[in-house]
C-alpha cells in the first residue's frame, strides 16, 4: 500500500508519523483492494484552543473513502478517523458481496 502523511501548521514527531502509519495499514487486513492512503494531520487554531484534525482518503479502485475527525489529540483523531473508515469498508463490502 502507498501511502501519504502531510502535516498541516505544525511539524509531527516521528511517533506520531510512526503510529499514523501503523493505524491507516492496519485498515488492509479489512479490505485487501486498498491502493494507497492521503493522510492529512491539521492542527486548527480556535478562539482559545487548538484543534487536531485528522483527515484520512482511501484510493481503492473505483471508489476512494473518506473520513475526518477533530479531537484534543492527534492520536484520538486518527483513531475516530479508522474507526469510521472500518464502518465505510464493511457498507461497501456488504453492497459488493450483493452484486
Do not use: C
Not at 484510493?59 to 475527525?69: K, R, V, Y
Request: charged share 30%; no cysteine; net charge positive.
Amino acid at each position: 500500500m502507498k501511502w501519504d502523511i502531510q502535516t498541516v501548521g505544525f511539524h509531527a514527531q516521528d511517533e506520531l508519523i510512526a503510529y499514523t502509519q501503523e493505524k491507516t495499514e492496519g485498515l488492509q487486513k479489512f479490505y485487501d483492494q486498498i491502493v494507497g492512503a492521503e493522510v492529512y494531520l491539521k492542527l486548527v487554531q480556535d478562539q482559545h484552543k487548538q484543534t487536531k484534525k485528522a483527515e484520512i482518503k482511501l484510493n481503492i479502485p473505483g471508489n476512494d473513502l473518506f473520513a475526518e475527525s477533530s479531537s484534543d489529540g492527534f492520536e484520538k483523531s486518527v483513531n475516530e478517523s479508522v474507526e469510521k473508515l472500518k464502518g465505510q469498508i464493511r457498507k461497501l463490502k456488504t453492497k459488493l458481496n450483493k452484486h
